[in-house]
Every structure is written in C-alpha cells, then in structure tokens.
C-alpha cells in the first residue's frame, strides 16, 4: 500500500511531500484524530476519518483516537454560529465508550490509542497556559471562517472558544502526533497544530482532512440532524436507510464509504450492493442477508392488486416524475406530485421515490404506488 492509497479521498494533505518523508523514518507514525463525543451515535459520514486511520494501521502505523473529554467543557466551534452547550462528564464517558466500539467496526483496535485529553489538559498551571496562547495571535485565531463571520456580525464570540484550537493543538503535543486526521472544517485546528508543534520544539504533524458524506436529504449526514446510518445501528434500520439515498448520492457513497467506483447501470441494484457491503462490514454476511430478506419482504414488496391501470412509459430519460404522475392521473398536478414525493409517499416497486428525475430503465414495468390505494404499471412505450 502506496501513498495513494493511505491519502485516497483526502481533500487536503498539508504538506504532501511531507507525508512521503515521514512515512520513510522507518517506525510506526502516530495518526491522531479528535473524536466528538457529544453525541451518542456514531455515523457512516464519522467513518470516513476512520478508514483513513485503517489504511495506516494496515501499514503497521499507531491509531490515537483522543476523547476530546475536557475540551467538550468548551464545545468545538467549528462551523457554529454560536457556543455549544456544556454537557455532562457521565455522558461524555458514555458516549466514548460507544463510539470506540462502534469505530472498531472499522479500525484495528490492537493498533489504537484511545486518550482522554483530560489527562494533560487538567494538569496545564495558569503559567503553561500563558505560554501556550503565545503561540499564535488573536488576528491569526479570527482567520477562522467561523471566527471572522460571528466578529463581522458582532456576534458573541467567548475567548474559552478563541481557545480551542489551541487546545485542540495541545493533543497534538501531549501525544506527539505525526498524522491529524479530520473533516474539512477541521483544517484550521489541524494546521494550528502544526504551527503550535513546532513552538514546543516537536516536527509538525501532517494535516490530512476527508470530505463529508452527503444524506438522503442533501445536507452532511450529522447525528444532531436525525439524517444518518448509525455504524451499529440494526441491520433491517441500517439496509433501509441506505435504500433511502437519492441516485445522485450512489458515486459519492461508493466513492467514500465502498472506496471503489459505483458498478452503474440500475441504481436499485446498485444500492442493494452497497446496502450489503454497508451491514456485512458492521454486522457480518449473516446479518447482510436477512436484512435484505427483510427489506424484500417488507419494503419493496407490493401489496397491490392483481388489476391496476397501465400506461407506457415516456420516451425522455430521465423520466420527470412530476409530469409523469399529472399525466397519468396519480396526482392532480405537477405541484401535487412533487409534494407527495417529498413527504415519501410515491414508492416504485415499493422503495420510497428519493429523486424528480429517475432512469428511464429503472422504470420499465415498473409499479408505482401513490399514498396507499393508488397503484399504475409502466409499459415499455418504446
């Protein structure tokens, strides 16, 4: 395993020549990435950064993953428009405990640290502290995009959140990291890190950030948004959900989460592989194949009657679901039929319609059912 492929799906890797050097000192680098333990699930998007700290160990290569316990009593600003709530120690240690079994789904946990940044950060005098925030200024701080939009809107900014990074920086240095992993907002207090490194006399740790994974709703998969698939979540729940995504999601998710290209042609089965790959990799093949016995039995197929009214299918391609359900007589207008899409009431073949425009292909005698009591068959008008 190659550069490429440790870096594959990064946005960014800062500096990337850097990387080429520290992979050839010949001992196990130190990949470090800061885990939010706000919330109690963790996500298929959360899982990006743990691939990445997989590919390493596959190298032989140490997995950190620090428990941001003491910096949660500030709350990452990262992306927020105000200061996040303050939540409770118990829970916090809950929540660590549940996401280091989730993540071992994914990484190895024989080749992982797991760190409680309380453990250094606690112990930090009011003199440490001094020397550590004058490591970067507060101009340089207020570069954050975050930062610099809430300062321009006269918006609360607390200097315990201006300190963060600089917390955050502090890992890196308590831990001596080689490699910090994150998101894409995460890049400033990754490359804070390494300026802060440096100052405490360490070599400076690699920025390397993944991209975020997109739900079925459009917007980043985010446990605070109720849009994600849990990496432990219940095989049925986790086959389902993924069925959800809208075709135009299937080159991102194979991309991130499969790390291949989507097979193409029918995008229903192409999610039925994904769907399996998905819940053998938490739960095992066993569990893959009766989730999707499950999802056969009980979402896609049709309860509907022997009889039902046909129509030929459009030429177009795609085809406007739309304009097809006004002219067939499945909605009382495009308006009407966009809604019920919407609100998941038109299915075909009994999946939920995610998407306005659909493959033709996918459609070929298809049925498609409009709330509970509407049923049409597709010809082939061709």
Do not use: C
């Not at 056969?296 to 406007?320: F, G, K, Q, S």
């Amino acid at each position: 395993m190659g550069l490429e492929e440790l870096t594959r799906n990064a946005v960014d890797v800062l500096p990337v020549d850097e990387l080429g050097r520290k992979l050839k000192l010949g001992r196990p680098l130190r990949v470090k990435l800061g885990i939010d333990v706000t919330a109690p699930d963790v996500t298929l998007g959360n899982g990006i950064p743990l691939q990445r700290m997989r590919a390493f160990q596959n190298e032989g290569h140490i997995g950190v993953l620090i428990v941001g316990d003491y910096t949660t009593r500030i709350g990452d600003p990262s992306g927020r428009s105000k200061e996040r709530p303050i939540i409770d120690p118990e829970e916090i240690d809950r929540n660590a405990k549940r996401f280091f079994d989730d993540a071992a789904t994914i990484i190895d946990p024989e080749r992982t640290e797991v760190r409680f940044n309380s453990e250094w950060l606690s112990k930090l005098d009011f003199a440490e502290i001094l020397r550590l925030t004058r490591t970067t200024t507060v101009a340089r701080l207020l570069e954050r995009e975050d930062f610099s939009k809430r300062f321009a809107a006269k918006a609360p900014i607390s200097v315990s959140e201006l300190l963060y990074p600089l917390m955050q920086a502090y890992d890196s240095v308590a831990v001596e990291a080689d490699v910090e992993l994150g998101g894409t907002d995460q890049l400033f207090n990754l490359l804070t890190g390494r300026e802060v490194m440096q100052q405490y006399g360490l070599e400076p740790q690699v920025a390397l950030t993944v991209a975020y994974l997109d739900s079925w709703d459009g917007t980043g998969m985010s446990a605070s948004r109720g849009n994600y698939v849990g990496l432990r979540e219940a095989p049925e729940d986790q086959f389902g959900k993924v069925m959800r995504i809208p075709d135009s999601l299937l080159e991102q998710w194979y991309r991130l989460i499969a790390e291949q290209p989507s097979p193409g042609g029918d995008p229903m089965q192409a999610k039925l592989t994904l769907a399996r790959f998905i819940v053998t990799r938490s739960h095992g093949a066993d569990a893959a194949r009766r989730a999707e016995e499950h999802f056969t039995r009980v979402v896609r197929e049709v309860t509907a009657p022997d009889e039902m009214p046909e129509a030929p299918l459009p030429d177009d391609d795609p085809v406007h679901l739309p304009k097809l359900l006004a002219d067939t007589g499945l909605a009382g207008s495009t308006s009407e039929a966009r809604r019920l899409i919407a609100q998941g009431g038109l299915k075909i073949d009994g999946a939920p319609a995610t998407e306005l425009d659909v493959p033709r292909e996918r459609l070929n005698h298809a049925v498609l059912q409009a709330g509970k009591r509407r049923f049409l068959r597709l010809t082939d008008g061709s």
